[in-house]
């Protein structure tokens, strides 16, 4: 498969996906990773130009799941009890900017670009935005997530009740 | 000026709704406690070397931390003298300078003037660089690798203002021989509510957890029914001097997963040789406390976090949260125990998220011009605290809102100052 092919593969993918995250069905986004994943989100640092480094050993993530614990997040929705959540927020993902970053024989590294709107009750509307640095790996299914580093624009931030 | 003391009723044991969302009282509280108060700066290993900085904020103002050219640890507020602009604009770093980027005023790390682009043309040599130097927070103290800084100079030691509490502080800071280090990255998010709604609840509301924090137990992250220590011992809060304030409890070791498991058996060896027995007695628990005005700590299963709820208007708080960790801590446990707060306390923390949200629903609440007549209860315990031998402070086993009543009290008598 040429990139061209894959990127728009990779958009319709992710428009599904983003469905899926804006329709309540997390199981079904949670069926999407691997077990080992990693869906993580280093904390933004404002220093010298390009002195920004992700990989500094123990940097603090605002959120660091591996399938298991993504799944705890999952699934404390569903407990009726998880209160920042209820009566549930309404989201809305919106994904573009498609690249394909590397290409190897089962796997491939995809760049996306998003904006994410979150309204609460009363006017609590939220945007997040940035950037999303995925690994995916082709199964017999489909594509499995490996990892998902999210890279978001914002420095402060706000406190983090959806997925990405 | 107001009398804002009538607003905590020490009888009744109350406070008033005002005193989380009158922007009157949020005023005064910048002078009275954020100008007077000792406030958390940063953390030692932040700063190891010399010209090494990080900014941060005490109260609303901007201030730079730094460690001088002869090892000293300084507070500077982060602005020029000449017009007010930052001098230092990132998060951290090293540096021999801090130059304003707007008209190019500099200062060394010891907040002297350095240069002054055209002194001789435009000034005439006529400026005292010696009197216009960066604006320094006269005390800077710290406590096991915890470094605060205070503007009243007339103000009593950082040792004297945790008293007591040093006692329990030092349980985390002390457990071990090497001392703790904090991890590199700042949480920095923002939470509706007033910022003394987390302090308060940090200085001893364990109350809630049942309640608001049930969702991690329904999924298997707490033991279902939590079987508990030994009260008065192991199992209580504590309501020490200056308004700080504690809670402990004892960790069943069978709830806890085998890796965290070894490495605080290990920490309990290690205290006892470096702590009095009656503190290594209490390392391995859950522990949550306060240092009035608005930092606070929390830890368990080698996991710990600290962190300041900085005020940002009557209704909303900006958090600052660092992890902290034993120097001598093997790299697989940095790991664990900073997933660890990435998933329970931070910005997506499945503990932290429910706070913010009833913190928020708190200040929209009270502001009601009904609601607000109606003063809030503090009564929880009071009459039932005890003195032991053993720790300092006034204690009682969970629940009790002793401590937290206590942080009050000491609000009151802060803000009734002249």
Same mark, same amino acid.
């Given at each position: 498969?040429?990139?061209?092919?894959?990127?728009?593969?990779?958009?319709?993918?992710?428009?599904? &996906?983003?469905?899926?995250?804006?329709?309540?069905?997390?199981?079904?986004?949670?069926?999407?990773?691997?077990?080992?994943?990693?869906?993580?989100?280093?904390?933004?640092?404002?220093?010298?130009?390009?002195?920004?480094?992700?990989?500094?050993?123990?940097?603090?993530?605002?959120?660091?799941?591996?399938?298991?614990?993504?799944?705890?997040?999952?699934?404390?929705?569903?407990?009726?009890?998880?209160?920042? &959540?209820?009566?549930?927020?309404?989201?809305?993902?919106?994904?573009?900017?498609?690249?394909?970053?590397e290409k190897e024989t089962d796997r491939v590294r995809v760049e996306s670009n998003f904006i994410v709107f979150r309204g609460r009750p009363g006017k609590d509307e939220t945007f997040f935005v940035g950037v999303r640095r995925d690994w995916w790996r082709k199964?017999?299914?489909?594509?499995?997530?490996?990892?998902?580093?999210?890279?978001?624009?914002?420095?402060?931030?706000?406190?983090?009740?959806?997925?990405? | 000026?107001?009398?804002?003391?009538?607003?905590?009723?020490?009888?009744?044991?109350?406070?008033?709704?005002?005193?989380?969302?009158?922007?009157?009282?949020?005023?005064?509280?910048?002078?009275?406690?954020?100008?007077?108060?000792?406030?958390?700066?940063?953390?030692?290993?932040?700063?190891?070397?010399?010209?090494?900085?990080?900014?941060?904020?005490?109260?609303?103002?901007?201030?730079?931390?730094?460690?001088?050219?002869?090892?000293?640890?300084?507070?500077?507020?982060?602005?020029?003298?000449?017009?007010?602009?930052?001098?230092?604009?990132?998060?951290?770093?090293?540096?021999?300078?801090?130059?304003?980027?707007?008209?190019?005023?500099?200062?060394?790390?010891?907040?002297?003037?350095?240069?002054?682009?055209?002194?001789?043309?435009?000034?005439?040599?006529?400026?005292?660089?010696?009197?216009?130097?960066?604006?320094?927070?006269?005390?800077?103290?710290?406590?096991?690798?915890?470094?605060?800084?205070?503007?009243?100079?007339?103000?009593?030691?950082?040792?004297?203002?945790?008293?007591?509490?040093?006692?329990?502080?030092?349980?985390?800071?002390?457990?071990?021989?090497?001392?703790?280090?904090?991890?590199?990255?700042?949480?920095?998010?923002?939470?509706?509510?007033?910022?003394?709604?987390?302090?308060?609840?940090?200085?001893?509301?364990?109350?809630?957890?049942?309640?608001?924090?049930?969702?991690?137990?329904?999924?298997?992250?707490?033991?279902?029914?939590?079987?508990?220590?030994?009260?008065?011992?192991?199992?209580?809060?504590?309501?020490?001097?200056?308004?700080?304030?504690?809670?402990?409890?004892?960790?069943?070791?069978?709830?806890?997963?085998?890796?965290?498991?070894?490495?605080?058996?290990?920490?309990?060896?290690?205290?006892?040789?470096?702590?009095?027995?009656?503190?290594?007695?209490?390392?391995?628990?859950?522990?949550?406390?306060?240092?009035?005005?608005?930092?606070?700590?929390?830890?368990?299963?080698?996991?710990?976090?600290?962190?300041?709820?900085?005020?940002?208007?009557?209704?909303?708080?900006?958090?600052?949260?660092?992890?902290?960790?034993?120097?001598?801590?093997?790299?697989?446990?940095?790991?664990?125990?900073?997933?660890?707060?990435?998933?329970?306390?931070?910005?997506?923390?499945?503990?932290?998220?429910?706070?913010?949200?009833?913190?928020?629903?708190?200040?929209?609440?009270?502001?009601?011009?009904?609601?607000?007549?109606?003063?809030?209860?503090?009564?929880?315990?009071?009459?039932?605290?005890?003195?032991?031998?053993?720790?300092?402070?006034?204690?009682?086993?969970?629940?009790?809102?002793?401590?937290?009543?206590?942080?009050?009290?000491?609000?009151?008598?802060?803000?009734?100052?002249?």
């Amino acid at each position: 498969m040429n990139s061209f092919d894959l990127r728009q593969e990779f958009e319709e993918f992710f428009i599904k &996906e983003a469905w899926l995250l804006d329709n309540d069905k997390y199981d079904e986004w949670l069926d999407l990773f691997d077990d080992d994943t990693r869906y993580w989100a280093p904390v933004r640092e404002n220093l010298d130009r390009g002195n920004e480094n992700f990989a500094k050993p123990h940097l603090l993530s605002h959120f660091d799941d591996n399938k298991m614990t993504l799944g705890f997040r999952v699934k404390r929705l569903a407990t009726g009890y998880a209160h920042a &959540e209820e009566p549930p927020s309404r989201t809305r993902h919106f994904v573009s900017n498609v690249q394909i970053l590397e290409k190897e024989t089962d796997r491939v590294r995809v760049e996306s670009n998003f904006i994410v709107f979150r309204g609460r009750p009363g006017k609590d509307e939220t945007f997040f935005v940035g950037v999303r640095r995925d690994w995916w790996r082709k199964d017999p299914t489909g594509w499995i997530n490996e990892e998902r580093m999210v890279i978001f624009d914002h420095d402060v931030i706000e406190s983090i009740t959806i997925f990405f | 000026m107001s009398d804002f003391t009538s607003l905590v009723d020490l009888k009744n044991k109350t406070v008033h709704p005002r005193v989380f969302v009158d922007p009157e009282i949020y005023k005064a509280e910048q002078e009275k406690l954020f100008g007077r108060c000792w406030l958390f700066i940063g953390h030692e290993s932040q700063v190891p070397n010399q010209g090494d900085y990080v900014t941060t904020y005490m109260g609303e103002e901007p201030v730079i931390f730094v460690k001088d050219r002869s090892d000293r640890l300084r507070v500077f507020l982060n602005s020029c003298r000449h017009r007010g602009v930052k001098v230092c604009r990132k998060d951290h770093g090293n540096t021999k300078i801090f130059t304003c980027p707007y008209h190019g005023w500099s200062y060394n790390t010891e907040g002297g003037l350095q240069g002054v682009p055209q002194i001789r043309e435009a000034y005439h040599n006529d400026l005292d660089k010696d009197k216009w130097g960066l604006i320094e927070v006269p005390r800077v103290e710290s406590h096991y690798g915890l470094v605060f800084a205070c503007f009243d100079e007339e103000s009593q030691s950082l040792t004297e203002y945790l008293g007591s509490f040093a006692f329990y502080l030092d349980l985390i800071l002390r457990r071990s021989k090497g001392g703790t280090v904090s991890t590199p990255g700042t949480h920095r998010w923002r939470m509706p509510g007033n910022w003394k709604l987390a302090s308060e609840q940090f200085a001893g509301d364990n109350y809630h957890a049942d309640t608001l924090h049930r969702s991690p137990n329904l999924i298997g992250l707490g033991p279902d029914e939590y079987r508990g220590g030994t009260p008065w011992d192991t199992d209580f809060e504590a309501k020490c001097s200056n308004g700080h304030g504690w809670i402990n409890f004892h960790l069943p070791s069978e709830d806890i997963p085998p890796v965290q498991a070894e490495y605080m058996k290990q920490l309990e060896k290690e205290a006892q040789e470096v702590l009095p027995p009656r503190q290594a007695a209490l390392i391995n628990g859950v522990q949550v406390g306060t240092i009035f005005p608005n930092f606070s700590i929390l830890g368990f299963l080698g996991f710990t976090t600290i962190r300041v709820w900085h005020p940002r208007g009557p209704k909303e708080m900006e958090v600052w949260s660092w992890g902290l960790i034993e120097r001598d801590a093997p790299p697989e446990i940095v790991e664990i125990t900073r997933k660890m707060q990435c998933l329970t306390f931070s910005p997506s923390g499945i503990f932290e998220q429910d706070d913010g949200c009833v913190w928020g629903e708190i200040t929209d609440t009270l502001s009601g011009q009904n609601r607000i007549n109606y003063p809030l209860n503090y009564q929880m315990g009071a009459g039932h605290g005890k003195e032991l031998a053993d720790k300092p402070g006034l204690l009682h086993p969970p629940s009790t809102e002793i401590g937290v009543f206590g942080y009050h009290e000491h609000w009151r008598e802060m803000m009734g100052r002249k």
